[in-house]
């Protein structure tokens, strides 16, 4: 069991940066993949970057490819999501979620293969 809790969303403007952090309450932080996801207003909760136990892999959504970078730390029991270039379009509640081992090419973008979630923190972009 994990516990996940977001923070760093906030109102940017086009074309500026956020950095979102998320902690986890897990004491073997570093068996978990970690994923970040968002949700806008209306739509479906999609997958924007995932990252493997060891931070070793990554993977991005093509619309963020390029713009946002995720990492861990797993001495901190943290995951973080770099965000530049943002767009209105980026506007969402970002959501951390976590899943035991490693997500690999077939599984890391599906939210049904993240058991934890957190609570998540909203990002505005205004244009």
């Known amino acids: 069991q994990v516990q996940l809790v977001e923070s760093g969303g906030g109102l940017v403007q086009a074309g500026g940066s956020l950095r979102l952090s998320c902690a986890a309450s897990?004491?073997?932080?570093?068996?978990?993949?970690m994923g970040w996801f968002r949700q806008a207003p209306g739509k479906e909760r999609d997958v924007v970057a995932s990252?493997?136990?060891?931070?070793?892999?990554?993977y991005y959504a093509d619309s963020v490819n390029g713009r946002f970078t995720i990492s861990r730390d797993n001495d901190k029991n943290t995951v973080y999501l770099q965000m530049y270039s943002l767009k209105p379009e980026d506007t969402a509640v970002y959501y951390c979620?976590?899943?035991?081992?490693?997500?690999?090419?077939?599984?890391?973008?599906?939210?049904?293969?993240?058991?934890?979630w957190g609570q998540g923190t909203q990002v505005t972009v205004s244009s």
């Open positions: 990252i493997t136990r060891s931070g070793s892999i990554t």
């Open positions: 897990a004491r073997t932080f570093s068996i978990y993949t």
């Open positions: 979620a976590a899943a035991a081992g490693d997500l690999y090419d077939s599984a890391w973008p599906y939210r049904e293969f993240y058991p934890y």
